[in-house]
């Protein structure tokens, strides 16, 4: 009896957490391919299809941080600074992309080479986790320690730790 009232509880928070991603779809998850122990980048197109909502925060088990950026050019300077969230809605899709928002992943305990997938879990403030798989895309340079999202790193870089 208290076996099964158990797996009841537990498939009972399972479908509520499938209930509550149901509205956020997440399409086209890639990655570039980096080098162990550096810092990595990961793309997508989230769609909302019921309530507004909000990303708050990813996690990988691939990397020891991820967090939300968005990459910018202010007077010639390549920036980048950390973003708390970013509101998704019905119709309006949120792309990150090459220089723009995206998810970084600092501590990679793995290479990223060209075809390998590995997961990511999106934090919304309503539909909660939502996982998505990543594939690592060939093309472009290897990220290293040094090389963040691709952008020009021949211009001046800084980072910014202010939140939006």
Do not use: C
């Not at 399972?14 to 890639?30: H, K, N, S, Y």
């Not at 990511?120 to 090389?147: P, Q």
Request: aromatic share 4%; charged share 15%; no cysteine.
């Amino acid at each position: 009896m208290r076996r099964s009232m158990v797996l009841a509880g537990v498939l009972t928070v399972a479908t509520v957490g499938l209930a509550q991603g149901a509205d956020i779809q997440v399409e086209d998850a890639w990655s570039r391919p980096a080098l162990a122990g550096g810092t990595g980048v990961v793309y997508l197109t989230v769609q909302d299809v019921g309530a507004p909502d909000k990303l708050t925060g990813a996690s990988t088990p691939i990397a020891a941080e991820a967090q939300l950026h968005e990459s910018f050019v202010d007077h010639g300077v390549a920036k980048m600074r950390d973003v708390s969230s970013l509101p998704v809605g019905p119709g309006k899709p949120v792309t990150l992309a090459p220089n723009g928002y995206h998810i970084m992943l600092m501590g990679l305990k793995q290479a990223l080479k060209p075809g390998d997938t590995f997961p990511v879990t999106l934090t919304f403030a309503n539909a909660g986790a939502v996982g998505a798989t990543v594939t690592v895309r060939a093309g472009g340079s290897v990220m290293g320690h040094s090389d963040m999202n691709g952008m020009n790193m021949s211009a001046p870089m800084q980072h910014q730790t202010t939140k939006p």
